[in-house]
């Protein structure tokens, strides 16, 4: 986890100007990016909430239509409200799911155990399309949200704080049209994932991924050799 104590340089977003912590360099906030699924209860300063959400916005979407919107909800009996229907439905997944490995299980209740305590949670923010402001195929709707997640995510990371994301709300069988109505997201706007943010009540190391060579080919499927390329 980084320290805030070093504080060299600034930055200024409209009128208001932030200091930055310059220890995290890109890549190794990249590197190190984890899911952290227990927070502190501090809350999340709103100057830091601010540089998230603008970091977000600088993300690439398609033809630069920005379509996103985020609610970033902190009040705890909301929380409490929101809660229902993605607990409610993630449980019914749970129960209709079968044979998980070990490795799986732990994750998942990790999972449960964080969504229980979703009031816990200093803030949650629900990532939101405006279909009417992006183009119709699915694939560059979602491609046009989820670099702004990662943005924001990163951002989050950069600054000492935590998130995970997670896809409850945002589809029907997910408890969408209830979350959507407590939050009073209109017809046209769709909630593509939600990030849990706060600052992390644990610490994990860096993530785990397969080695490149597992999923990298060089000019033709299949040719996984890098030298001679
Ligand atoms: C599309 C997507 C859906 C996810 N859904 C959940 C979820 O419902 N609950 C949860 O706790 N984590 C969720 N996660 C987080 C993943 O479980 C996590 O990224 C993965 O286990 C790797 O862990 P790490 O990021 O700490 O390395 C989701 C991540 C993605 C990208």
Known sequence: MISLCE??????LGEIRFNMPREMTVLEG???LRSVRKFKSDPVPEDKLRIILESASKAASGSNTQPWEFVVVRDAKMKARLKEPM???WLERL???SGMSQRMRDVYDDATEMLRN????????YCCID???VGKSEEVRYASIYPAVQNLMLAAHALGLATCLTVHGSTPTRGEPEV????GIPENVKITCLVYLGYPAVRLGHPKRKPIEKFTHYNHYGHRVLSGF
């Open 131 to 133: 279909l009417d402001r």
């Open 95 to 97: 129960a209709g799911g």
């Open 87 to 89: 607990l409610r439905t």
């Open 118 to 125: 979703t009031e816990k949670a200093p803030v949650i923010i």
């Open 7 to 12: 504080v060299r340089e600034s930055l200024t």
């Open 180 to 183: 959507k109505k407590l939050l």
């Open 30 to 32: 990249i590197n190190s």
